[in-house]
């Protein structure tokens, strides 16, 4: 239902933009949010964006350095000044259970997943 695309291979402090596209599902009316999992790690999820656009929310570890974006019924994480503990698979998910905010949970419908890694 969600595609997730953009992951890659980046030395630190590079960038990459990844996308997330429904299939056979419209984004519109969730409030959208990308996870992170690193190995041996728990689930982190990194940013949301409200069903509105107006409000979004990142961890502490990735403030000020990642943006979330919803354009054209897609969403997008844009990753700048990337670090090697970034390093991880991230999915895509919606909010299909209560979904116009970003608080609680609620996140039913997930990606398969992309991978970014980041080592000089």
């Known amino acids: 239902q969600l595609v997730e695309s953009g992951g890659g291979s980046v030395q630190p402090g590079g960038s990459l933009r990844l996308s997330c596209t429904p299939s056979g599902f419209t984004l519109e009316g969730y409030a959208m949010a990308w996870f992170r999992q690193a190995p041996g790690k728990e689930r982190e999820r990194v940013s949301c964006i409200s069903a509105s656009g107006l409000s979004t929310d990142y961890a502490a570890s990735v403030g000020g350095r990642f943006t979330v974006s919803r354009e054209n019924r897609n969403l997008y994480l844009q990753m700048n000044n990337l670090k090697p503990e970034d390093t991880a698979v991230y999915y895509c998910?919606?909010?299909?259970?209560?979904?116009?905010?970003?608080?609680?949970?609620?996140?039913?419908?997930w990606g398969q997943g992309t991978q970014v890694t980041v080592s000089s």
């Open positions: 998910a919606a909010k299909t259970i209560g979904g116009t905010s970003c608080s609680g949970q609620g996140f039913g419908a």
